[in-house]
């Protein structure tokens, strides 16, 4: 659906965009390993989610750097972990810190991406900050619910952030085209 909306020509000149892309489908295979996690590929869709995050990560960008937020996922991530530590046993003790960092590293560089409150707010910025963090909340989800305690309508809450933050996600792969074109406008 991304590479109709928006051509395989937008992708070949926008950077971003390539990398959003393959976060998507890095996630499709997340998706696929983690129908078969009974049968222990866990750990496979917990990889190819960690792979999608540092794509979306470079797709946001280190500009602007904003600490302010980084220090509050900070918290949160390390709140996070603390909770879901004592039920962790063997490599998810490790796997799940690692994986922990990455997306709040890239839910950072969302948030730090989004400007409310000057002329270089955009929606799909304000997209891309609220993909991450449905993105964030469909994960501790998912490990509360695997490694702790059932969460009541955990399948709902799940599906539902996640498809919303991917969707969030891929939209704000527009502003590339976008800032493309404005800066077009402005050669002419």
């Not at 960008?61 to 991530?77: L, W």
Request: charged fraction near 10%; charge should be positive.
């Amino acid at each position: 659906m991304f590479l109709l909306a928006h051509g395989i020509n937008f992708l070949g000149t926008q950077p971003s965009a390539r990398k959003i892309l393959a976060g998507l489908i890095f996630s499709a295979l997340g998706d696929a390993f983690l129908i078969w996690q009974e049968q222990g590929y866990f750990i496979h869709g917990l990889l190819m989610f960690a792979i999608t995050h540092v794509l979306y990560s470079s797709a946001f960008g280190m500009k602007p750097m904003k600490p302010v937020p980084g220090y509050v996922v900070m918290v949160i991530c390390g709140v996070s972990y603390l909770m879901l530590y004592p039920y962790l046993s063997g490599p998810f003790t490790y796997l799940v810190a690692v994986y922990i960092t990455l997306i709040g590293f890239m839910g950072w560089r969302a948030i730090a991406g989004m400007q409310l409150f000057n002329d270089l707010w955009t929606w799909t910025k304000l997209s891309a900050c609220l993909g991450a963090v449905l993105f964030m909340v469909s994960d501790l989800t998912i490990a509360v619910n695997k490694f702790c305690f059932p969460v009541p309508y955990s399948r709902a809450i799940i599906m539902a952030t996640y498809y919303a933050a991917q969707m969030l996600i891929a939209l704000s792969a527009v502003e590339c085209k976008d800032d493309h074109d404005r800066t077009i406008q402005k050669m002419n």
